[in-house]
């Protein structure tokens, strides 16, 4: 069974941090890519930011690039995601996911979902 379980969301002010957590069970994890995403109330899906198997590919959409560092540690079959000053347009559920192989885009072929993590973020 392939479970991906998301923590350390929350709510913080304009200009804080959050550091999000993804532990997976019943992989190999360090075979996979694993990224994250996010979605706001009445808003489509968001590609966030992806790591690669050896933790060498990152991957960050320009919307969070410099403020957001993806990490993982294939020891603890986890990933994080260290978010920086947030802004409110920041707000959504964030979701972790997994996938195997090749695909065209680093965006798509995500196989394994988590449920989410509320990430607030106020003015």
């Known amino acids: 069974q392939v479970q991906l379980v998301e923590s350390g969301g929350g709510l913080t002010q304009a200009g804080g941090s959050l550091r999000l957590s993804c532990a997976a069970s019943?992989?190999?994890?360090?075979?996979?890519?694993v990224g994250w995403f996010r979605q706001a109330p009445d808003k489509e899906r968001q590609f966030v930011a992806a790591?690669?198997?050896?933790?060498?590919?990152?991957f960050d959409a320009d919307s969070v690039k410099g403020r957001f560092t993806i990490s993982r540690d294939n020891a603890k079959n986890t990933v994080y995601l260290q978010m920086s000053s947030l802004k409110p347009e920041d707000t959504a559920v964030y979701y972790c996911?997994?996938?195997?192989?090749?695909?065209?885009?680093?965006?798509?072929?995500?196989?394994?979902w988590g449920q989410g993590t509320q990430v607030t973020v106020s003015s």
């Open positions: 996911a997994a996938r195997r192989g090749l695909h065209s885009s680093i965006t798509t072929g995500y196989e394994y």
């Open positions: 019943g992989l190999t994890f360090r075979s996979y890519t």
């Open positions: 790591i690669g198997w050896g933790g060498g590919r990152i």
